[in-house]
């Protein structure tokens, strides 16, 4: 049982490339969401989905776009790269109470 | 968003001794949890605590749902090396999940 992948584990990316970062999540979860770890920030929502087919912004969606065409996957993307998006990136997908989180992508943005 | 606040930022502690954390919150929350974030690797979950007043264990951790709603604590016992991480709350109310600031744990054996 793999739960929640995500891939790549690393990326560094130019000012002004996009890139998508990865999730996919093996136990038919229907909540899905995309957060980015700062430090001293903790974990803040970028954008989440309750099922395919539909997605919504979190906190800090500036930047990011996501969408969710089967139950599995979420990828999230960056369209056009800025330094302010240097940061760890982790996918969750929960079922109640119990989420359970990718192992992370650190992308940094030069 | 809502904000979590997590105190102690940071702690150095000695094996064997025993820890103590918390989150308050300006806001009532259904469900507290707690992860520990291990370096290079995903939250996992600790604690899910479910009721006010509720006391849950798992092995020499306990945390507590305090009664306001509003707060929660996380206590560890005999800490050992491995306990090192960084330990965060979450409040939950609906589909949405707020993370505390988090508390980074050594443990200096």
């Known amino acids: 049982n793999a739960g929640v992948t995500q891939t790549p584990k690393f990326q560094v990316l130019k000012t002004g490339q996009s890139m998508t970062l990865q999730c996919a999540q093996d136990?038919?979860?229907?909540?899905m969401s995309w957060y980015r770890q700062d430090p001293g920030m903790g974990l803040r929502l970028i954008h989440y989905?309750?099922?395919?087919?539909?997605?919504d912004q979190g906190e800090v969606p500036n930047g990011y776009n996501v969408s969710r065409s089967t139950t599995e996957d979420f990828p999230l993307r960056l369209l056009s790269a800025a330094p302010s998006q240097t940061s760890v990136y982790f996918c969750?997908?929960?079922?109640?109470?119990?989420?359970?989180f990718g192992q992370g992508t650190r992308l940094t943005v030069v | 968003g809502q904000q979590l606040n997590q105190s102690p930022q940071s702690m150095f502690i000695q094996e064997g001794e025993d820890v103590s954390m918390n989150c308050t919150s300006s806001?009532?929350?259904?469900?507290w949890l707690w992860y520990k974030q291990e370096p290079g690797e995903g939250p996992v979950l600790l604690i899910a605590l479910y009721k006010a007043g509720e006391l849950t264990s798992n092995g020499r951790l306990t945390a507590q749902f305090g009664i306001t709603r509003k707060d929660s604590f996380l206590n560890i016992s005999a800490s050992i090396p491995s306990d090192v991480g960084i330990y965060f709350c979450a409040g939950v109310t609906g589909n949405q999940f707020y993370f505390g600031t988090g508390t980074s744990l050594t443990v200096i054996p």
């Open positions: 136990m038919n979860h229907e909540y």
């Open positions: 969750a997908s929960k079922k109640g109470s119990w989420a359970f």
């Open positions: 806001s009532i929350f259904n469900t």
């Open positions: 989905s309750v099922g395919a087919g539909i997605t």
